[in-house]
């Protein structure tokens, strides 16, 4: 491909973005006129119509659209190697933006982060704080922290925490009325605090193991919620039984708020890792986050 030809594909993709050859000369820092000709012996040379015109408004046909698309992901990443080749001579600096559940956050991200963003001030980092599973290559985030179990196969996984487990518990108050369950069956008898899934907008079915033994049990009660704190508040309140993180409600449980039952139904299961797409490249600023959070036992 002739030089030129690369550097009207640049001018055609300003256009096509802006839908203006206005704005688009503005953007470029050229006439209107001089880009308007330089579109045309783009077309002229490739024997295609890449742009409609009309008297309002300028638009891609098809074909321009089909280029339009090609374009896009190839100058991204080439902007992408330039972020990071000119970072390498500076110190780590730029944003980060990370998508964490609210139970990542509070008991491994932000305790690890804090101290490090304090030694790199030039670092930005931006939370989006939610218990879904995003796709961090088209919302643009660098990275993401989910539990071992829920990452895609063609996602890097760094471990920055240890394995960790969900736990039943109900307040001193609630077990006065109400019998203590033997199993995980007789948690339908009861008044449970359910927890809304964010990716799918359904309820989460409790699930339990034991000697091999797979149950997953679909609760009811008064109270839903989408996040943990609030879950648990309720629980020590005396409003229902709750499936929590263990790491959130050990305080209670020892100080004796919280009660927790079927403990042998309850295992282990593999911790929060930090993912991220295997083709990124990393930059100074993102390696400095990674080995924040880097897991050592």
């Known amino acids: 491909m002739d030089r030129n030809d690369l550097t009207d594909m640049l001018w055609f993709l300003a256009v096509a973005e802006e839908r203006s050859f206005t704005r688009a000369a503005a953007k470029l820092g050229t006439s209107?006129?001089?880009?308007?000709h330089t579109i045309k012996q783009l077309?002229?040379?490739?024997?295609?119509?890449?742009?409609?015109?009309?008297?309002?408004?300028v638009a891609p046909t098809d074909v321009g659209e089909r280029l339009l698309q090609s374009l896009r992901p190839?100058?991204?990443?080439?902007?992408s190697?330039?972020?990071?080749?000119?970072?390498?001579?500076?110190?780590p600096s730029g944003l980060v933006r990370l998508t964490v559940s609210d139970h990542a956050y509070e008991t491994l991200v932000w305790p690890k982060l804090q101290p490090v963003l304090l030694d790199y001030p030039d670092i930005r980092v931006e939370f989006s704080i939610d218990n879904g599973l995003r796709n961090i290559v088209e919302e643009r985030l660098d990275a993401g922290v989910r539990l071992g179990e829920s990452l895609d196969k063609d996602m890097i996984a760094v471990r920055i925490g240890p394995d960790w487990r969900l736990v039943v518990v109900g307040s001193p108050d609630y077990f006065a009325h109400h019998p203590i369950p033997q199993a995980p069956q007789d948690l339908v008898?009861?008044?449970c605090i359910n927890h809304r899934q964010a990716r799918s907008g359904g309820l989460y079915a409790w699930e339990f193991e034991k000697d091999g033994r797979d149950i997953r049990v679909r609760v009811e009660g008064q109270l839903?919620?989408?996040?943990?704190?609030?879950?648990?508040?309720a629980v020590i309140k005396g409003l229902g039984i709750g499936f929590v993180p263990e790491n959130f409600a050990r305080e209670a449980i020892a100080d004796g708020r919280l009660v927790q039952v079927l403990d042998e139904w309850c295992p282990a299961f593999a911790g929060y890792h930090l993912y991220y797409p295997s083709r990124r490249q990393m930059s100074p600023a993102f390696a400095v986050i990674v080995d924040a959070l880097r897991y050592r036992a």
Do not use: C, V, W, Y
């Open 189 to 191: 008898q009861h008044n």
């Open 224 to 233: 839903t919620f989408n996040t943990t704190t609030p879950m648990i508040d």
């Open 43 to 57: 077309e002229q040379r490739l024997g295609l119509r890449l742009l409609t015109r009309t008297t309002r408004s």
């Open 32 to 36: 209107q006129p001089t880009l308007s």
């Open 74 to 79: 190839r100058l991204a990443e080439i902007e």
């Open 81 to 91: 190697d330039l972020t990071t080749l000119m970072a390498m001579r500076e110190k």
